[in-house]
T-cell receptor, first 111, second 116 residues
Framework: RKEVEQDPGPFNVPEGATVAFNCTYS??????FFWYRQDCRKEPKLLMS???SGNEDGRFTAQLNRASQYISLLIRDSKLSDSATYLC????????????FGTGTRLLVSP | ETGVTQTPRHLVMGMTNKKSLKCEQHLGHNAMYWYKQSAKKPLELMFV???????ENNSVPSRFSPECPNSSHLFLHLHTLQPEDSALYLC???????????????FGNGTRLTVT
């Protein structure tokens, strides 16, 4: 079993739609959680950190469920520019950055 | 210049060549990383340097040799690579603080390596 699992997609949605991605992680000692965005043939860029209480940044909402060991990302009012691969990232432990990346979920937003 | 810069952007090398990848960060971070991204696979951590000391070596073959001369520069020396080493090699940096409060990773734009 992979340490961080994501549905690879692709998720094909029309502009304006709401789409949600889930990610599960297997290491219960994981300390911190992130969503990164990666455009085709580009480097990953931090989209948002994920906090236990849930957090929102504009059209993006991230939630963490430690008991069930999953993380979610909700995108409202999808834009064409949201088309990308979304990487779920888990930091195994406090202190040093032992980040484990999921394979990513591909999102395609169409007109 | 800001952020994390990597050179070269693209590299094609034969199995007997020796080459080096270069990474430079202008963010004042104290940790630097090499990651490998192959098609259809998650990013794999290769090496981590904190304050110029290697703190992680993720069972990477010895044909990959990292070097961190100072907190702003990181190299990956390559020799006698195999075709399966073809991938996107990403450098990243972060600020590692006490108590587990680390900044997220900031990635460079990567070197796309093809081994022929």
């Amino acid at each position: 079993r992979k340490e961080v699992e994501q549905d690879p997609g692709p998720f094909n949605v029309p502009e304006g739609a709401t789409v949600a991605f889930n990610c599960t992680y297997s290491n219960s000692a994981s300390q911190s959680f992130f969503w990164y965005r990666q455009d085709c043939r580009k480097e990953p860029k931090l989209l948002m950190s994920v906090y236990s209480s849930g957090n929102e940044d504009g059209r993006f909402t991230a939630q963490l469920n430690r008991a069930s060991q999953y993380i979610s990302l909700l995108i409202r009012d999808s834009k064409l520019s949201d088309s990308a691969t979304y990487l779920c990232v888990v930091n195994r432990m406090a202190g040093f950055q032992k980040l484990v990346f999921g394979t990513g979920t591909r999102l395609l937003v169409s007109p | 210049e800001t952020g994390v810069t990597q050179t070269p952007r693209h590299l094609v090398m034969g199995m007997t060549n020796k080459k080096s990848l270069k990474c430079e960060q202008h963010l004042g971070h104290n940790a630097m990383y090499w990651y490998k991204q192959s098609a259809k696979k998650p990013l794999e951590l290769m090496f981590v340097y904190s304050l110029e000391e290697r703190v992680e070596n993720n069972s990477v073959p010895s044909r990959f040799s990292p070097e961190c001369p100072n907190s702003s520069h990181l190299f990956l020396h390559l020799h006698t690579l195999q075709p399966e080493d073809s991938a996107l090699y990403l450098c990243a940096s972060s600020q590692v603080a006490g108590g587990g409060n680390n900044s997220p990773l900031h990635f460079g734009n990567g070197t796309r390596l093809t081994v022929t």
